[in-house]
């Protein structure tokens, strides 16, 4: 069964940053792309981050200039850099793999709180 290991959330204050990571169980370059999402109470899920194996990046409008996805081939992980953090980031990050073949199919990890204080 394919897992998704998020790491790197944490409380930090406004301006400071943060690094999440994501190892994934099987080889990182078995998924089309990888994500990060977040999503807080009430809220529904948005994607924040994807890099893809062509190493294609987007990014949300919100994250643009102050967050990095990024990824190791060799040590199956993808990153988030985040920097100038603000309240609003403040929400459970979640790690995503998306594969197409043989249907499409998405991969979660676990979540990893992230909370920014002002």
């Known amino acids: 069964q394919v897992q998704l290991v998020e790491s790197g959330g944490g409380l930090v204050q406004a301006g400071g940053a943060l690094r999440l990571s994501c190892t994934t169980s099987e080889s990182i370059l078995s998924f089309n792309a990888m994500g990060w999402y977040r999503q807080v109470p009430g809220k529904q899920r948005e994607s924040v981050a994807v890099i893809t194996n062509g190493d294609i990046t987007n990014y949300v409008d919100s994250v643009k200039g102050r967050f990095t996805i990024s990824r190791d081939n060799a040590k199956n992980t993808v990153y988030l850099q985040m920097n100038s953090l603000k309240p609003e980031d403040t929400a459970v990050y979640y790690c995503?793999?998306?594969?197409?073949?043989?249907?499409?199919?998405?991969?979660w990890g676990q979540g990893t709180q992230v909370t920014v204080s002002s």
């Open positions: 995503n793999g998306h594969r197409t073949a043989p249907w499409p199919h998405d991969y």
